[in-house]
Every structure is written in C-alpha cells, then in structure tokens.
T-cell receptor
Framework: GQNIDQPTEMTATEGAIVQINCTYQ??????LFWYQQHAGEAPTFLSY????GLEEKGRFSSFLSRSKGYSYLLLKELQMKDSASYLC????????FGAGTTVTVRA | DTGVSQDPRHKITKRGQNVTFRCDPI?????LYWYRQTLGQGPEFLTY????????KSRLLSDRFSAERPKGSFSTLEIQRTEQGDSAMYLC???????????FGQGTRLTVV
C-alpha cells in the first residue's frame, strides 16, 4: 500500500520563497514526481527525483530523501502565476498522487 | 501529435445510464493511466496499461468500471449504471515508460443527474 501526505494550503507573498513538503510510505518506490495544476486545467510535469538530493530547474527545485520517505518542492521568486495546486506523486510502479497543496501568491 | 486527447470533454448523463470515455495517448507512449479527480483532491488512481496489458486496477474501483486498450494505442473507460457519486473529472495520462514523466489530457467532466 501507499500513503502520501502534503499540506493542504500555503500562502506566500510575491517574490518570496515557499517550500512544499511531501512525505510518503510505500512498499515499492521508483521515484517521486511533482506536478503543477492550475484550477480547471490538467496537471503539468515539474520535476522527477529518482536519487537522493536536490534537482534544480530554474525557479523550481525538488529534493528527495528516500531513507526518510521525504521530498520537498521549493518555489523561489514567487510570481502571481505560481498560484496553483502542487501535487506530489510516487512512482510506485503506477503513479500515485497526494491530495495536493494549494499555493496562493499574494501581491 | 499534439498531446493526450480525451473525448468527450463534458458528459451529462442520467443516473443508471452507461457512459464510455475515450483517450488517445501520445504516439509511441507505452504507458496509459486513468484517474478520477474531484474538487480539492489530487488525481485518484483507477487503472493503468503497459501497451495492451492492464497491469493494475484500483481496489477502490467497483465492478461497474472497466477499461480497455485493445491495440495498445487508444483506451476506453466505461462506467455502467452510473451513480451521482461518479460525478468527477476523469483524467487520462500517458508516458513513454514507467519512469518517465506522464502527460495528461484535458479530462472528461462527468455529471450524473
């Protein structure tokens, strides 16, 4: 079985940094994805971590610790368009999603 | 190829009717996933295919739900005897392999009245 936990909501100011944590438990693990989903739209891929450590991609970075069952997504220099739901997803031979974290960016 | 395509985009049906949705994945993508999503929740896994083989089906899924991918290309998801609780967005996604990013279609929004 599997379980994924991430905070329900986060609010931050434009230009700031926000870190979204994700913890997971699973009997099979091949990596961890982060997706962004704007209201009324389909999820879009942000990052994929297979090995422990930090993956940086522009303003977004993702970290994975497999021994701790923990990941985070770091959003830097927040922009209004970053207001969205951020989904943590385990690659556990299928693709299992958490409930998502709604990030609201305020001016 | 413009991405994952789902049809129809919207479906309104009466309780008790059967509905069928279609998903056309990105060409040459071996993996195809079906999810259900309700407001404020993440996508809930329903089933997935590796080519034409259905490898896993959610235990939460009742026998009213069935999916096929007969030739390893497009897939259909059928819901029999729909119930109001089936109202949701049904998302399809495809990926080249199991360890590559999945691309989502725009979804089919089902409303059961």
């Amino acid at each position: 079985g599997q379980n994924i936990d991430q905070p329900t909501e986060m609010t931050a100011t434009e230009g700031a940094i926000v870190q979204i944590n994700c913890t997971y438990q699973t009997s099979g693990f091949n990596g961890l994805f982060w997706y962004q989903q704007h209201a009324g739209e389909a999820p879009t891929f942000l990052s994929y971590n297979v090995l422990d450590g930090l993956e940086e991609k522009g303003r977004f970075s993702s970290f994975l610790s497999r021994s701790k069952g923990y990941s985070y997504l770091l959003l830097k220099e927040l922009q209004m368009k970053d207001s969205a739901s951020y989904l943590c997803a385990m690659n556990d031979y299928k693709l299992s999603f958490g409930a998502g974290t709604t990030v609201t960016v305020r001016a | 190829d413009t991405g994952v395509s789902q049809d129809p985009r919207h479906k309104i049906t009466k309780r008790g009717q059967n509905v069928t949705f279609r998903c056309d994945p990105i060409s040459e993508h071996n993996r195809l996933y079906w999810y259900r999503q309700t407001l404020g929740q993440g996508p809930e896994f329903l089933t997935y295919f590796q080519n034409e083989a259905q490898l896993e089906k959610s235990r939460l899924l009742s026998d009213r739900f069935s999916a096929e991918r007969p030739k390893g290309s497009f897939s259909t998801l059928e819901i029999q005897r729909t119930e109001q609780g089936d109202s949701a967005m049904y998302l399809c996604a495809s990926s080249l392999q199991g360890d590559t990013e999945a691309f989502f279609g725009q979804g089919t929004r089902l409303t059961v009245v």
